[in-house]
């Protein structure tokens, strides 16, 4: 498969895999969620209903949903800007089905058992180019994040997917014959499909972890399918897992190196290769498959990575947390559930909101960080400006610095924290 040029404008400067060009809302208009209610102004529904926006959050909290969700194309979901502890899209599904070109940072999204029955939490069916980056995904009915049909260049990276609800209880079906990249993240608590694959996948540096009856699935169907799968760490939690590839057969391709098995269950991480032979009857591939290059890390560097910075990790919330304390335990705690408000996860906890820098001109980008860049707070068309020509706009330059990225708008600025006050 061919990559895009190399000269595209990367969707953020950490993204990765086949999503990694996706274009957001670059460009276009803005959007401030400013109440956690379901519907109407101001809401999340609202927000993302009109294609072409940036949409950042002026609250934080629990927005709890009545009904399934559906996002619109060309959007970026700043989930970063939240005051507090961030955002919790909780209560039933979210599609982004012909979501074309979508950035989506630092959210959680928590379906819950209330929900519309067979949903997965986060589902594509259709669509290319999208970009999910610092997530987190639970709860759902069906599976928790799952690629499928023709969706083409989609990349999940750096988060968390996690306790996927009996009675099916999976992480996610990656069926992509356009490619799908899953990066350094982790999954824990689901009982099947960590993930199950058909169709081009890349599988770099992710953990797995208290699966049962299927951690990675290999196909299992006539459809070929092309993966490369190195540098994971499947770790044994409570649960009677299953080894850590099954279902192969000689339709499925598989480029595989450096990943590791730990079954001790005994708190520390002290796993071993997994050998050729434990991946089953698949097509042996000498070299990896003409991927768009990643990060590389070890089994292990990519545990700690994992432990360090997986889901919306700029405040984790109790969920994270939890599920975070259970993976350390390194195979002494761990539950596949059927209801999130039984314990030991009693619901989506507190998430605290907080308040929102002003932002006079309503264009993304607080006051004084506008004054500090030597911008106009009462010009909201500079938000779309490139005032150092790297393809970012300005509002996409806060976005970036919010989470340690970039440089700032202008040349005569290092790279820096965002401005005190904003």
Known sequence: MAAPAAAQTLAFPTA????????????????????????????????????GRTVVFDVGGVIRLKSPLNVAENLH??????????????????????????????????MGHGGSTGKDAVTIAEGHDLIFDHVSVSWG????????????????QNSIVAQGLHPHSAGGLIQS???????????????????????????????????????????????????????????????????PFTRGNANFSIYAQGNYQD?????????????????????????????????????????????????????????????????????????????????????????KGGLAPTDTDQDGMPDAWEQHYGLNPRDAADRNHDADHDGYTNLEEYLQQLVGEGNGPGTTHSRSSVPKGT
Not at 141 to 156: G, H, I, Y
Not at 289 to 313: C, D, I, M, N, W
């Open 16 to 51: 990765e895999g086949f999503g990694r060009f996706a274009t957001g809302g670059r460009g276009g208009a803005v959007y401030h969620v400013t109440t956690l209610d379901d519907a109407g102004a101001g809401s999340l529904r609202e927000a993302v209903s009109q294609p």
């Open 77 to 110: 979901l700043a989930g970063q800007t939240a005051p507090g502890d961030g955002v919790v899209v909780y209560g039933d599904a979210v599609s982004f089905t012909n979501a074309h070109n979508t950035v989506v940072r630092y959210l959680r999204f928590r």
């Open 141 to 156: 009915q069906d599976e928790n994040f799952s690629v499928t049909n023709d969706a083409r260049n989609v990349t999940l």
């Open 177 to 243: 014959t356009g490619g799908t990249s899953i990066l350094r993240c982790l999954y824990i608590d689901n009982h099947t499909r960590n993930v199950k694959v058909k169709g081009v996948n890349q599988f770099v540096n992710n953990v797995v972890y208290n699966w049962e009856a299927g951690a990675y699935i290999q196909g299992d169907s006539e459809r070929k399918s092309q993966a490369n799968v190195t540098g994971n760490y499947f770790i044994q939690g409570p649960g009677k897992a299953s080894k």
């Open 263 to 351: 079954s001790t269950r005994n708190g520390k991480l002290d796993g071993a290769p997994i050998l050729q032979a434990s991946y089953g009857v698949v097509s042996w591939q000498p070299k990896p498959f003409a991927y768009p290059a990643t990060k590389a890390l070890s089994a292990q560097q990519a545990y700690t990575y994992v432990v360090q910075h997986a889901g919306a990790s700029l405040h984790r919330d109790a969920v994270d947390t939890r599920l975070l304390q259970e993976l350390t335990s390194l195979g002494t705690l761990g539950q596949i559930i059927k209801d999130e408000n039984e314990a030991p996860m009693r619901g989506t906890g507190e998430v």
